[in-house]
Nanobody, 114 residues
């Protein structure tokens, strides 16, 4: 049964940090690249970070140098370390395998505000 559970969101002040976590079922995670996406109110969902099974990473320009994606293959987990948060990072964050976009988890809300 496909399953994705994201956690770690919250309210943080500008300049602060958060670490998001995601655990996915084997059918989604095993041998797959994983990515973190976000969707802000009124905007389309966008990919912000990508990691291959082997650990190679790619980042969207708005988050380069501030966000770090990682994974623990033994635990089927994906992480997003977010530093230097800005108000424009406010969104619901999702993780998923780009090869599996028919099913999504509930996401985790990140709000950056004073």
């Amino acid at each position: 049964q496909a399953q994705i559970v994201e956690s770690g969101g919250g309210l943080v002040q500008p300049g602060g940090s958060l670490t998001l976590s995601c655990v996915a079922s084997r059918s989604i995670f095993e041998f797959a690249a994983m990515a973190w996406y976000r969707q802000a109110p009124g905007k389309q969902r966008e990919m912000v970070a990508y990691i291959t099974w082997g650990g190679d990473t790619t980042y969207a320009d708005p988050v380069k140098g501030r966000f770090t994606i990682s994974r623990d293959n033994a635990k089927r987990m994906t992480f997003l370390q977010m530093n230097g948060l800005k108000s424009e990072d406010t969104a619901v964050y999702y993780c998923n395998a780009p090869s599996n976009l028919d099913f999504w988890g509930q996401g985790t809300q990140v709000t950056v505000s004073l």
